[in-house]
């Protein structure tokens, strides 16, 4: 399996403009989480779904943020509008809690610049 | 609201020490992992600990879990300096569906 793979990988953007993160998750996974990491705050869990639902997504800064998985190969997170504040790396994992494990494998990671 | 504490935040080394890096946990949990950062990169998993008394080895790495205690521990021997790095310990709650929270990270320095 190629890992969990997000896009892109770099994204810069203006304030005001809409910006949206994808992630393919490890075939097989149920669990897929989206952090936000900075150095102010460390790694913040944004949201995670388990099967395709949103499970918590009380980690979501606000109404400009939303994610969705429409099915179990693909989620994306969006930002409308975008802030300067919202620069950060963002990463999705996902895991399994098939036999117990619920190791989480990370992506990449998007790193996001808002100017 | 469950909480995961690590210290120190940085360490600086020298090559050949040894030391240990605390994980403290505010409630009941599942499992711990401990996961590594390289700078610019993506979060590698080191060890996954399922069970009170639980000890995993790789290397010069250790880690241990007292579920009791709600402790992790990850224990460095004789470093080296390929060993620098930032280290995460996360908690996971089974019954929120998986939910698996990050302590603050420790920034590593192994200088010779």
């Known amino acids: 399996d190629a890992g969990v793979i997000q896009s892109p990988r770099h994204e810069v953007t203006e304030m005001g403009q809409e910006v949206t993160l994808r992630c393919k998750p490890i075939s097989g996974h149920n669990s897929l989480f989206w952090y936000r990491q900075t150095m102010m705050r460390g790694l913040e869990l944004l949201i995670y779904f388990n099967n395709n639902v949103p499970i918590d997504d009380s980690g979501m800064p606000e109404d400009r943020f939303s994610a969705k998985m429409p099915n179990a190969s693909f989620s994306t997170l969006k930002i409308q509008p975008s802030e300067p504040r919202d620069s950060a790396v963002y990463f999705c994992a996902s895991s399994s809690s098939q036999g117990g494990n619920t190791e989480a494998f990370f992506g990449q990671g998007t790193r996001l610049t808002v100017v | ?112």
Not at chain 2, 38 to 67: C, H, I, W, Y
């Open chain 2, 1 to 112: 609201e469950l909480k995961v504490e690590q210290n120190p935040l940085f360490l600086s080394m020298q090559e050949g020490k040894n030391y240990t890096i605390y994980c403290n946990y505010s409630t009941t949990s599942d499992r711990l992992y401990w996961y590594r950062q390289d700078p610019g990169k993506s979060l590698e998993s080191l060890f996954v600990l399922l069970s009170n008394g639980a000890v995993k080895q790789e290397g010069r790495l250790m880690a241990s879990l007292d579920t009791k205690a709600r402790l992790s521990t990850l224990h460095i021997t004789a470093a080296v300096h390929d060993l620098s790095a930032t280290y995460f310990c996360a908690v996971s709650i089974y019954n929120q569906g998986g939910k698996l929270i990050f302590g603050q990270g420790t920034e590593l320095s192994v200088k010779p």
